[in-house]
């Protein structure tokens, strides 16, 4: 991480969100279920469809004294685009993950994140699955 | 508790730039935000408020109030370099961090004692944004 060569902080805190937009397509659908009972659960859902996914990875850290800033944000930025939009845009995410539901990305994206954007500390995922709808994670 | 967020808009320059560091550090801390005339942005400034909703008024605070408030931090700012503009980016950067920390110190001496000063959140764009309470 560049900035900890700069060491000290103001020992204020702060809390950074970069949002990105990732189009993809899913399904609602429960593989250990039948067509019927998809259909009865998950109704036009179920149908393969796609969304323009808005997410919304918030990191927290003390703002660096010298330079400013609570986290080294080309890294940030860059993880989001390698791990996120580019894994991820243009893919049947069905055939990532097991469950598609809004509730089950934001997690999953909440432990990707987590885990490739150490030694940043993510505390919350957001997941805009349309203008009506908005999950989040908090860990 | 109720919580009321209001939001007032401005726009500034600024450049990220650190006098203590080499200008090779500065160009590797901050990338483009180094460039010699900085640049600008749209600010979205959003405060919530935290408090008991008075019987009489039906209100956690007055909106006037608050927007009286939000002007009066953010009048200093809008339409300025904040660099040379406003003394305290004088020594330090005004990253969109520092400048939220800023808001809310400047909003939290204005607001009246019975409401509670919660968060605020500063929008540099629609996919970067700050959140500080203190």
């Known amino acids: 991480m560049r900035l900890k060569i700069f060491g000290s902080t103001t020992m204020a805190k702060a809390c950074l969100t970069l949002r990105l937009s990732i189009s993809a397509l899913h399904e609602l659908r429960n593989p250990d279920l039948s067509d019927e009972e998809n259909k009865r659960i998950y109704g036009k859902c179920f149908h393969t469809h796609g969304h323009d996914y808005g997410l919304e990875v918030t990191v927290e850290g003390e703002i660096n004294k010298n330079s400013g800033l609570c986290c080294d944000r080309d890294f940030f930025s860059d993880v989001l685009k390698k791990e996120f939009a580019d894994k991820f845009t243009g893919k049947h995410l069905n055939t990532i993950f097991k469950n598609t539901s809004g509730e089950i990305l934001v997690e999953e994206f909440f432990k990707i994140a987590k885990e490739k954007l150490k030694p940043l500390k993510v505390i919350s995922v957001g997941l805009r699955e349309t203008p009506k709808n908005f999950f989040l994670f908090k860990g | ?134």
Not at chain 2, 39 to 60: A, F, K, Q, R
Not at chain 2, 119 to 132: G, H, I, M, N, S
């Open chain 2, 1 to 134: 508790m109720t919580y009321l967020s209001r939001r007032i808009t401005f726009s500034s320059a600024h450049r990220y730039f650190q006098k203590k560091f080499s200008e090779a550090e500065n160009k590797k801390i901050f990338g483009k935000c180094y460039n010699e005339h900085g640049h600008g942005h749209n600010y979205v400034l959003e405060m919530t408020v935290g408090g008991s909703v008075d019987p009489l008024s039906g209100m956690v605070i007055n909106l006037v109030e608050v927007d009286q408030i939000l002007k009066t931090v953010t009048d200093p700012l809008d339409h300025h370099h904040l660099n040379f503009d406003v003394p305290e980016f004088s020594k330090i950067v005004p990253t969109t961090e520092n400048i939220a920390k800023y808001c809310f110190e400047k909003i939290k001496d204005l607001l009246p004692r019975e409401v509670n000063l919660e968060k605020v959140r500063l929008y540099e764009a629609e996919d970067l944004w700050v959140d500080y309470n203190g």
